[in-house]
């Protein structure tokens, strides 16, 4: 537990803070009934809003190393190096330990086992984030701003090549898969789909650095500039151009969350910078931060919160109220669906959840319990 980071742009901390809210919502779904079409990912090629939280997590990751990164400058290879190994290896450990809980599984004919280590997923989305933070911090930090971007671009164009000629778009022949099966082996695969395939690949983090990358020096560029008309201009002008550049590589490599294609990291980003354009407008310039608060509450804790959500998820899901029933399962449908049958229900249990979780985080807040890795 630590203070609290040094003053932060408002903008930057409610757009934290949404992303963590709107992630729990689409994460935690009340069973019992299909959730609304835009809480839900796009099967395969396009686009929901859904699909933005994850790379507006990342965008994120990036604006606050715009803060810190700086700091780095002032002290020696060796202590900078340290410093980004050890929160990547953490980062990911948590990853890793919060896919493995609860350690053990339910075998047939009753009783439980200890959850071999064989069967674990390694990758995953803290996973992806530890990956994404680590490899941009080090190319931010030992390389110029010009190689930097350059090298990002290498990373969008050649992830394109390389699928092109490695197989193709689908979900069990791309090359990701393909490398994935050879260095992990399928048990140690998401399993989600309903096949072994992981969207949090290894080669599919080729491309996802530069969500990272592009939420550093948006969040390098509003410090330098302010708050100010001519910070939201340039935002949204250059989040439509970014928007636009992924709308024509489209047509030959499509938008694809579950493979982070390129023109998928474009359109993210662009995105994100016009939100935060908007979120600039509103609440730095027009000072309209009634509200703020809320989402601040989610940001100033968002790995904890994150872990919060998510592991009593997995718990409300591992205590059985009924052969085949699960605790989560029961409140969804014997409260929630009573009381709002179908997709609606389902989102008052997603939304009543959320609350739970910032009910921990405000209470945390108030007694300046922060949780820094």
């Not at 020696?76 to 990547?88: C, H, P």
């Not at 990002?152 to 069990?172: Q, R």
């Amino acid at each position: 537990m630590t203070k609290p980071d040094s003053p932060r742009f408002l903008a930057l901390d409610v757009l934290r803070g949404m992303t963590i809210c709107f992630m729990i919502i689409v994460n935690t779904p009340g069973s019992g009934a299909t959730p609304f079409a835009p809480l839900l990912h796009a099967a395969w090629h396009g686009f929901t809003p859904t699909d933005l939280v994850f790379p507006t997590f990342l965008f994120v990751v990036g604006n606050a190393m715009s803060f810190s990164m700086p700091k780095y400058k002032q002290l020696g290879t060796g202590t900078v190096l340290g410093k980004i190994f050890k929160r990547t290896f953490i980062i990911f450990l948590l990853g890793y330990l919060m896919y493995w809980f609860p350690f053990f599984r339910e075998v047939k004919g009753g009783g439980y086992e200890f959850f071999p280590i064989q069967n674990t997923r390694i990758l995953g989305v803290l996973q992806r984030i530890a990956l994404c933070y680590g490899i941009a911090a080090l190319m931010i930090h030992f390389l110029s701003k010009k190689a930097v971007w350059t090298l990002s671009a290498i990373f969008l164009i050649g992830y394109w090549i390389i699928l092109y000629v490695g197989g193709d778009y689908n979900m069990t022949t791309n090359a990701g898969h393909k490398l994935d099966m050879i260095l992990f082996g399928e048990s140690h695969l998401y399993h989600g789909e309903g096949v072994a395939f992981d969207p949090e690949g290894l080669l599919s983090t080729m491309p996802t650095i530069v969500n990272v990358v592009a939420g550093y020096y948006a969040g390098v560029f509003i410090q330098k500039k302010g708050n100010n008309f001519e910070t939201v201009t340039r935002l949204m002008i250059a989040g439509f151009a970014s928007m636009c550049l992924a709308y024509f590589w489209d047509f030959v490599f499509p938008i694809n969350k579950k493979l982070w294609t390129s023109p998928f990291v474009l359109y993210t980003v662009g995105l994100d910078m016009i939100i935060l354009g908007i979120l600039i407008f509103v609440t730095e310039i027009k000072g309209m931060t009634k509200g703020a608060y809320f989402f601040q509450v989610f940001g100033k804790n968002p790995l904890f919160i994150y872990l919060l959500s998510e592991i009593l998820a997995t718990v409300l899901f591992t205590i059985k109220t009924g052969p085949k029933t699960s605790l989560f399962n029961s409140i969804s449908n014997t409260v929630f669906q009573k009381i709002l049958p179908g997709p609606w229900g389902s989102l008052l249990f997603a939304l009543c959840y959320m609350m739970l979780c910032w009910l921990v985080g405000y209470w945390m807040d108030k007694r300046k319990i922060y949780v820094r890795v």
